[in-house]
């Protein structure tokens, strides 16, 4: 059976997910890219995935950044998630700040440090498997961001 590469997509859209923006910063950049290939691996180590096409500039930043942050985020930063997807708002200006010595969001739902623990082939895109060296969460994390059948939600 041969499967079209949209309709594939088309059909894995119907797999609600969360938001996030993986960041990262070498040298004196700091990058961010929206994801919502990310997945917890391991609770012992405390390991995460992210996919991230390896075309991406970001793919280079976080394997010479050696660290990366997964921001997850709330119903109310669908801006940001646009800003990172390639949809550069010129009037916003992320606010970022340090956790374990990688850049994050600073206010979203919550965010995870890791290192990069091993850089994994997926065809068209990079598996970056992390291992989970800090986390964040709000104080009061509200509603998170959801992504389905090519839309942003509210969870219900």
């Known amino acids: 059976m041969s499967i079209d590469s949209r309709e594939y997509r088309t059909t894995m859209g119907l797999f609600a997910t969360g ?3 993986i960041t990262a910063r070498a040298g004196e950049e700091t990058r ?4 919502n290939a990310v997945t ?7 390991l995460l995935l992210v996919c991230v096409d390896r075309r991406a500039h970001m793919a280079g ?3 010479e950044a050696g660290r990366f942050a997964v921001n997850i985020l709330r119903a109310d930063q669908e801006r940001i998630s646009r800003h990172f997807a ?12 340090d956790l374990a010595g990688a850049p994050i969001l600073a206010e979203s739902l919550a965010c995870l440090v890791c290192a990069v623990d091993r850089v ?3 065809g068209d895109h990079i598996i970056v498997i992390g291992r989970v060296e800090a986390l964040r969460r709000a104080d009061d994390p509200g509603t998170p961001l959801i992504y389905y059948r090519g839309r ?3 969870a219900a």
């Open 19 to 21: 938001v996030t923006v």
């Open 32 to 35: 961010g890219m929206t994801a």
């Open 40 to 46: 917890s691996v391991s609770l012992d180590p405390l």
């Open 61 to 63: 930043v976080i394997v």
């Open 86 to 97: 390639g949809r550069p708002d010129p009037a916003l200006t992320p606010h970022f700040t």
């Open 120 to 122: 994994l082939d997926g």
């Open 152 to 154: 942003y939600h509210l």
